[in-house]
């Protein structure tokens, strides 16, 4: 049972364009959710996260945006760089499953130049 | 500062033989995370320590699986005997504390058992 679920596995965006990752997760009790970006042959980094309190989180060039209603959270990356090429992770926790984080299957991004 | 190093960064062995996984953890972060990434199935957590103490193996598959700390520092995971489908990218990660706290990946154990 997939509870977190990116339905993209590729996305393929213009420098200086907007990128836009998805990810829907199935259980209500998350509570934090963080995106991670991973480049080939390395570990996945933190990028962002958000708490189900708020509705937005803004770092530079990326802002996530929760949908509690819609079980539906987003990554966004205005303006996107080639280097922003990479795969997408986004995770989800909750207190009552020992807080781990539950990952999704990641969107691998291109920016073309 | 390094961060979170895994060692061997390859390994090629056959079915039925016993391979270790190491990681050793950023200095002064209290917690260990053990994950696999596979095409099918993406990231997973296969089990997760605060303190040297294990709180969650839920994710390790099955008994060929085994995971430990002898110290503060160190970490691994051992497959016994090995299978074909035990074939992935094993990462390890640490935190300062938990696992809602940032988690510093390594680079990953790229594991082939033929």
């Known amino acids: 049972d997939q509870q977190v679920k990116q339905n993209s596995p590729s996305l393929s965006v213009q420098e200086g364009r907007i990128s836009i990752l998805n990810c829907d997760y199935t259980?209500?009790?998350?509570?934090?959710f963080l995106w991670y970006k991973k480049y080939p042959a390395e570990g996945p980094t933190f990028l962002i996260s958000?708490?189900?309190?708020?509705d937005k989180n803004e770092d530079g060039r990326f802002t996530v945006f929760l949908n509690k209603s819609a079980k539906h959270l987003s990554l966004h990356i205005v303006p996107s760089q080639p280097g922003d090429s990479a795969v997408y992770f986004c995770?989800?926790?909750?207190?009552?499953?020992?807080?781990?984080?539950?990952f999704g299957q990641g969107t691998t991004l291109q920016v073309k130049p | 500062d390094a961060g979170v190093i895994q060692s061997p960064r390859h390994e090629v062995t056959e079915m039925g033989q016993e391979v270790t996984l190491r990681c050793k953890l950023i200095?002064?972060?209290?917690?260990l995370f053990w994950y696999r990434q596979t095409m099918m199935r993406g990231l997973e957590l296969l089990i997760y320590f605060n303190n040297n103490v294990p709180i969650d193996d839920s994710g390790m598959p099955e008994d060929r699986f085994s995971a430990k700390m002898p110290n503060a520092s160190f970490s691994t995971l051992k497959i016994q005997p090995s299978e074909p489908r035990d074939s992935a990218v094993y990462f390890c990660?640490?935190?300062?504390?938990?696992?809602?706290?940032?988690?510093?990946f390594g680079p990953g154990t790229r594991l082939t058992v033929l």
């Open positions: 990660a640490s935190s300062l504390f938990g696992s809602t706290d940032t988690q510093y």
């Open positions: 200095s002064g972060h209290n917690s």
């Open positions: 259980n209500s009790m998350f509570d934090y």
């Open positions: 995770a989800a926790s909750s207190p009552s499953n020992t807080g781990k984080l539950i």
């Open positions: 958000i708490s189900s309190i708020k």
